[in-house]
């Protein structure tokens, strides 16, 4: 898909992946709207992208009838969505039983499963109802999802029963979400970075950074936002890529701790 004067959703597009997302698909000619629960951030993204060419949503993604409505607002001011990245996510740390014998807080559990899991269905399914009514491209393109899980949905460390069960089920809608759009001409990937530099890894300890970088293999560094944004470029672009995960990583695989 040329990704030029194409309309783009990108959710948690305000800070870390989704705001690099953002910047590469401005780059590359899209509007893009950006949904994130951080007003101040999404505003101040909106004003780096620059006006004309992005916009903002305050929106809790695993709301149906607030992301539902969302849909129709952008239907109805842009006539169509063609891209959408879904970057919005939580993290936890958290045993399923602690050091004190207590079993994993279920209410914590299901607040991450809501916004991580429920909250990429609930945008995909509403975008891929909106790019169904596009008009087929040359290649019969109508639009493109790529969603974003985490290497935690194949080697979760311990604390993250949580995460790495959201991540998996992202992992494992990924096929059957691009066999059910299939005829309607939309293309479903998923991204699963790896240890990434966003502001919440680079505010980790300088000691915690340099562990996690030992054990990548190559390049011996965090990955950068900028990468990631690359390769939602390219899926966009790349009309044959479909149904697939793609580790973006540098070859590690993460220790049990």
Not at 70 to 89: K, M, P, S, T, Y
Not at 114 to 133: D, Q, W
Not at 155 to 177: C, E, F, H, R, W
Not at 204 to 222: C, M, S, T, W, Y
């Amino acid at each position: 898909m040329n990704i030029n004067k194409k309309i783009a959703v990108v959710t948690g597009g305000a800070s870390g992946l989704g705001r690099a997302a953002s910047q590469l698909l401005v780059d590359a000619g899209a509007t893009v709207i950006i949904f994130d629960m951080n007003e101040s951030a999404g505003e101040q993204a909106v004003a780096e992208l620059g006006a004309g060419s992005s916009r903002y949503m305050q929106l809790d993604v695993s709301n149906g009838p607030d992301v539902e409505s969302a849909f129709e607002n952008i239907l109805e001011e842009f006539g169509r969505v063609d891209i959408c990245v879904n970057c919005a996510g939580i993290g936890i740390a958290a045993k399923t039983v602690d050091r004190e014998g207590q079993p994993h807080d279920l209410d914590l559990y299901r607040k991450v499963i809501e916004v991580n899991l429920i909250g990429t269905f609930n945008v995909a399914r509403c975008a891929a109802a909106a790019m169904a009514k596009n008009e087929p491209d040359e290649k019969t393109e109508r639009g493109v999802i790529i969603n974003t899980a985490s290497i935690a949905a194949f080697d979760g460390q311990m604390g993250q029963v949580a995460y790495s069960a959201t991540k998996g089920g992202i992992v494992g809608m990924t096929l059957p979400m691009a066999r059910d759009l299939a005829k309607q001409g939309i293309r479903i990937n998923t991204i699963a970075p790896g240890v990434m530099a966003t502001p919440l890894m680079l505010a980790a300890p300088e000691h915690v950074q340099d562990g996690i970088v030992a054990n990548i293999p190559f390049p011996k560094r965090l990955g950068e936002p900028s990468e990631f944004g690359q390769l939602v470029v390219h899926i966009t672009e790349n009309s044959y890529l479909n149904g697939e995960t793609i580790r973006l990583d540098g070859g590690v695989r993460m220790q049990p701790r």
